[in-house]
């Protein structure tokens, strides 16, 4: 009755941002990404008989009530499928880069479908794991997996076609993703799950927006299979660049970007204009994520080192799939 998972963060190249399903978690499109083997979370799930709540620690600490109550929801649909009402202690530690401002919501809920249904026995194929792991958060679904992985929006109202699988590639071995933390004074962001539906309710431009997903969907895989990293690089600086378009519209705005930000956008196009392979993705949040290669990558990490209000530069590998002992 108890298990222990990991699981790596990944980060999107083609975005995930809408939802066509709000209760049941189902993207309005698709979304491709990279896991990163820098970012892990580590969580252990235990349902103990004699339990009057399930218990939930985070990096150490007994986690805030909104994180505890969205944890219980998510164990509430491992217990369905276990048939029990035990409840669980669930301790979650984020093995993160020094304050890098990355906490994930897609290695935590990846890491917890892992050992929650280990732990409860429950026994499912990948695509159901990460059908259930959808439930917890969207982008959770392709934390499942290691390298490369691609998001299906699906069709169904049930939400079972609306998972993610590997996309095998031979850019794989040799990609690499640069973060540069922007700190200093940054406000919390607009959080991405309320963000992403005021942007669907109010943005003049999001209808646009889900519209173009699935063709720079087809271009991106297109690029993978080709081994094509320029093509993969631009198409995701562009698709990041309109999904953020898309939410600086929303009214009122929703504007992730520092001043720190622009200043990374323009170190990495004047990288390229030096014939380095560097092309930037942008979350929910000030933060810069630089797609590049294995030899580029120190020439990148040094250069992003030097903008002012960069607060740390942590380079990446294609991460593992999730595993549960
Ligand atoms: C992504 N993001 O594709 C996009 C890009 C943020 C910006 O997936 O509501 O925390 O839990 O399904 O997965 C963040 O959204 O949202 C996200 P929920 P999630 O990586």
Excluded at 53 to 66: F, H, N, S, W
Excluded at 102 to 123: D, R
Excluded at 170 to 199: N, Q, W, Y
Excluded at 283 to 299: E, F, N, R, S, Y
């Amino acid at each position: 009755m108890k298990a222990t998972a990991r699981a790596c963060a990944n980060i999107a190249l083609v975005k995930y941002w809408g939802k066509r399903d709000a209760r049941l978690n189902l993207p309005a499109a698709g979304s491709l990404s990279l896991t990163l083997d820098a970012l892990v979370t580590e969580t252990t799930v235990a349902f103990e008989a004699g339990l009057a709540a399930d218990e939930l620690e985070l990096d150490g600490v007994r986690a805030k009530a909104a994180d505890a109550v969205r944890t219980s929801e998510f164990l509430d649909l491992v217990r369905a499928l276990a048939g029990t009402t035990m409840r669980a202690r669930v301790t979650s530690a984020n093995h993160f880069p020094t304050a890098s401002g990355l906490a994930s919501s897609a290695s935590g809920y990846a890491a917890l479908a892992l050992a929650a249904t280990t732990a409860a026995g429950v026994t499912l194929t990948t695509r159901e794991l990460s059908v259930l792991a959808r439930r917890g958060s969207g982008s959770a679904a392709r934390s499942l997996f290691g390298g490369f992985a691609r998001m299906h929006a699906g069709e169904r109202a049930d939400g079972t076609d609306a998972y993610a699988e590997p996309l095998a590639s031979p850019l794989t071995s040799r990609v690499r993703m640069v973060i540069a933390v922007v700190g200093g004074g940054v406000a919390k962001a607009f959080g991405s799950r309320d963000a992403m539906e005021h942007c669907a309710e109010t943005s003049p431009l999001y209808a646009a927006w889900v519209a173009l997903v699935p063709a720079d969907l087809a271009a991106a895989r297109a690029a993978l299979v080709a081994g094509d990293l320029a093509a993969l690089g631009e198409l995701a600086e562009a698709n990041a660049l309109a999904m953020h378009a898309t939410a600086m519209a929303s009214r009122p705005a929703v504007i992730y970007w520092q001043p720190t930000t622009l200043a990374l956008l323009a170190a990495v196009r004047g990288l390229r204009s030096t014939g380095v392979a560097a092309w930037a993705t942008m979350d929910a949040g000030p933060h810069v994520k630089v797609l590049t290669t294995d030899t580029d990558a120190p020439v990148v990490a040094l250069a992003l080192r030097s903008v002012a209000g960069v607060t740390a530069v942590t380079t990446a590998a294609a991460g593992p799939a999730g595993t549960v002992s």
